[in-house]
DNA sequence: ATGAAAGCGCTAACAA
DNA sequence: TTGTTAGCGCTTTCAT
């Protein structure tokens, strides 16, 4: 078994309360004293029990995040940043995928609440009364999706359409295809009200579908139906698999059509060609999550929430080009 | 603030005793109480407290998953499943990247050890002397490095690189060079023992290599160098970026030159040509590492380690062609 | 500056 | 079947 502060007590001749203050409030101990405790302490190899801290503390901690889904590539560099981020500031963070599901995720946030100081909720499919009931027990912070009343971390994919349909207009491009993303979905809204306000151009909205390469595959037909020379989808992944069903139809990229995705994930940089996208600031977003949500742990009850939004911006790559004659 | 088993043993008019059996204990009270206690538990909207469960019974019903980098793409499936199957079991899991850094390896494996019932390594960085010593205070189960008794999962790359070398020889080839991994890597010895082992080859082993894109890439030259007509190489990453190597310099894949990749990841069936490549068991991995640590964590002190071994088998794709005349 | 004592939310003998 | 009691590891008044 481990060493306890008992045994740290014991061992250095001492009260556990003054080897409990030695680690929590080191300035109310004898220097002298505090050094033996901290010798013997390390000695024992006594690291204090954070659970049974938590007990009288009220304080864990530790955080949760909860993902829709830890392997769409999106979310790894936002979960790694948020989480070293959190490392920082001698946090540790519960990861919890919620496979899509919002019984899942209601029952992870239940299970978890008491756990963690707070909740890191990305792009949540539970319903805002829901998250709204939830919040109740715990600090959140959403990320990609707005919520009255709460914390959240907007990325602005807003103005990144409207830099992708710049891009495109410079281009040339006027007949322009927006593929959407899934039916309720905060950014596709985002993206859609954003390429509905631009004037000069001709916008078919195409959709909804699934954010998937599987997306991007089955809605290639709709797109040559649509009779556009450029497309704006919903995400990387859609964008690669729309290039792949192009190519398929012997529709050349960006030669007869281009093609712009948003996320900027790993793999738009390894296909060919290689991908223009609206590169969202995932590790940012994973950080300020953290700072909003040790915010509001740190507020307790006065706690105020606040909106953070991330600015986006236009990586050009190689499927993007002219508009043919 | 949230309700507690007090609060709940007060309104149904039972000792907190009876509402904790109810809980952890349900065949103990009579169904009538059971029931009574219950509807108010679910009234109250009382959750027992996991943290002081743990402190009077030992369990934490946490997991700990150590990587060493999530945004690699390998892990995330591994992160998902590990992760999925540990909620079945009703465990919830921390998940720490250490950044490829064995100091925070360490440090994170102490701080999480009170908090958890056990822990999963991912292809550790650390020294086996540092696992074994920090195994005394915690179960583990090390995945993707042999480590003598303590519980393993392996995904059996030898007789991947193998598979892919017969692949490679029916296609004709007979010069074939590997693409080394890092030093030290296990995985990378296991592939160039096995490629050694095997009668009727020519056999290049370049590296090693950093096992990202760019480790690919800056290996074009050498791979030209060897003058071979294939290659197998450490990871899909590398792979990847050997092709993109191998394209600027003119040279054809699979025309000139056939590329095998290992891991399977997102991007290897994303890019063009689609990889070949031997595809590692990354979910099984999880699933099954979370079982081993389950078994370990029931056992206690008679605790037996386990090895087990995961098959791998080839992905036939486009990187991959007979050999040019 | 340190000790004594109570208590955080819960479980686990032991009685009744 | 239920209540009583002690205690898990730690923090936090309150004394001293």
């Not at 769409?72 to 540790?92: C, E, S, T, V």
């Not at 992944?237 to 398929?248: R, T």
């Given at each position: 078994m481990a060493a306890t502060i008992r045994d740290v007590a014991r061992a250095s001749g001492v009260h556990v309360s003054t080897v409990s203050r030695t680690f929590s409030a080191p300035h109310l101990v004898n220097p002298e004293t505090r050094n033996r405790v901290l010798a013997i302490a390390e000695d024992l190899g006594y690291r204090p029990n954070r659970a049974a801290r938590a007990l009288t503390t009220g304080r864990t901690h530790n955080l949760g995040l909860i993902v829709a889904d830890?392997?769409?590539?999106?979310?790894?560099?936002?979960?790694?940043?948020?989480?070293?981020?959190?490392?920082?500031?001698?946090?540790?963070?519960f990861v919890a995928d919620t496979d899509e599901d919002?019984?899942?995720?209601?029952?992870?946030?239940q299970t978890l609440t008491k756990q963690v100081d707070g909740v890191l909720l990305c792009s949540p499919r539970l319903s805002n009364r829901a998250i709204e009931k939830l919040g109740e027990d715990v600090p959140f912070v959403v990320v990609n999706r707005r919520l009255k009343g709460m914390s959240t971390v907007l990325m602005d994919v807003g103005n990144g359409a409207r830099l992708a349909i710049e891009h495109l207009m410079t281009l040339g491009h006027r007949r322009i295809a927006l593929l959407a993303g899934p039916a309720g979905s905060w950014t596709s809204r985002e993206m859609s009200d954003a390429a509905r306000a631009m004037d000069g151009i001709e916008l078919s909205i195409l959709g909804p579908n699934s954010p998937t390469e599987h997306g991007g595959l089955a809605a290639a037909d709709a797109v040559l139906a649509a009779d556009v020379t450029a497309v704006l989808a919903y995400n990387d992944?859609?964008?690669?698999?729309?290039?792949?069903?192009?190519?398929?139809r012997g529709v050349e990229v960006p030669g007869r059509i281009s093609v712009v995705g948003v996320d900027d994930i790993v793999p738009g940089r390894l296909t060919r060609p290689k991908l223009t996208t609206?590169?969202?600031?995932?590790?940012?977003?994973?950080r300020t999550a953290v700072d909003l949500l040790l915010q509001l742990v740190g507020a307790g009850e006065t706690a105020t929430p606040a909106l953070a939004t991330l600015a986006t911006h236009l990586i050009i790559r190689d499927s993007t080009g002219p508009v043919p004659p």
């Open positions: 830890i392997s769409n590539p999106f979310f790894p560099p936002l979960i790694k940043a948020a989480q070293a981020h959190a490392r920082l500031r001698d946090y540790h963070v919002p019984q899942v995720e209601e029952e992870l946030i992944l859609m964008a690669i698999g729309l290039v792949e069903g192009l190519d398929e609206v590169a969202m600031p995932t590790e940012a977003a994973g």
